[in-house]
C-alpha cells in the first residue's frame, strides 16, 4: 500500500495502539463536551482499562467491514483522533464513517477536515465505495462545516430526536458519493 495513501496535509492515519494510545483517549471522555459531542448516549467516563478492553473486544470482532485508524498530527505524530468506517456493505459499496478528535485545543485546527480527506480517499480509490455516510448532531455545527469541506451533502435529518440540556436537536444525516467527491479531487478542492 502506498504510504501517501493515509496521509494528509496535517494529519496521516494509522493503526490504534492500544498499549499507546488509551491514556490519552481515555482523558478525552473526561470532558464532557467531548462525550456529549461523541455519542448520542449519556456522557460517561471510560477509564484507561475499559478504553483498552473495548478496544482489544472491537479488534477481536473486526471484520472485513470496518477499518479503525489513529489520527496523528504530522508535525510532531502526536495522537490527536480516531476515525473509522464501519459497516461496510460491499454488495451495494457503501459505509459509514465516525470521527472524534479529542482535545479542545486541537478542534477548529483542520485536524478532523484533513482527516476526512484522507478516509474518503481510502474509501473510494482504495477500497472501491460508491458512497459514505454519516450522521451529526444538529447542536454541532462546526463539525456539519467540516464534514461540508469535505465533500458531504446534508441529505436529511431526523427531527428533534435528541434531548441535550432539556432541548431538543435534530439528527443531520450527510452523505457524498464517489463521484462527487472525484469531482472535487478533479478540482484540487478535497485533495488531502
Not at 496523528?72 to 457503501?94: C, E, M, N, P
Not at 440540556?165 to 472535487?184: A, N, P, S
Request: glycine share 8%; hydrophobic share 40%; with cysteine.
Amino acid at each position: 500500500m502506498d504510504n501517501q495513501l493515509l496521509r494528509g496535509q496535517l494529519v496521516r492515519l494509522c493503526a490504534v495502539n492500544v498499549e499507546q494510545d488509551a491514556e490519552m483517549i481515555a482523558a478525552w471522555f473526561h470532558d464532557s463536551e467531548y462525550s456529549i459531542l461523541s455519542d448520542a448516549a449519556a456522557a460517561r467516563m471510560w477509564s484507561v482499562k475499559q478504553v483498552k478492553e473495548h478496544a482489544e473486544k472491537e479488534m477481536e470482532t473486526e471484520s472485513a467491514t470496518t477499518f479503525a485508524f489513529a489520527i496523528r498530527a504530522l508535525a510532531d505524530d502526536r495522537l490527536v483522533g480516531t476515525i473509522d468506517l464501519s459497516g461496510i456493505r460491499w454488495t451495494h459499496g457503501d459505509t459509514f464513517v465516525g470521527i472524534g478528535i479529542g482535545k479542545r485545543e486541537d478542534w477548529g485546527k483542520g485536524y478532523g477536515t484533513d482527516a476526512m480527506r484522507v478516509i474518503l480517499r481510502f474509501a473510494f480509490a482504495e477500497l472501491n465505495l460508491h458512497r459514505v455516510s454519516l450522521d451529526v448532531f444538529e447542536f454541532n455545527p462546526r463539525a456539519i462545516r467540516s464534514y461540508e469541506k469535505a465533500g458531504f451533502k446534508i441529505e436529511g435529518r431526523q427531527r428533534a430526536t435528541l434531548n441535550q440540556d432539556g432541548k431538543r436537536y435534530d439528527m443531520v444525516y450527510m452523505g457524498v458519493l464517489r463521484d462527487e467527491w472525484q469531482t472535487m479531487t478533479d478540482d484540487g478542492n478535497a485533495l488531502a
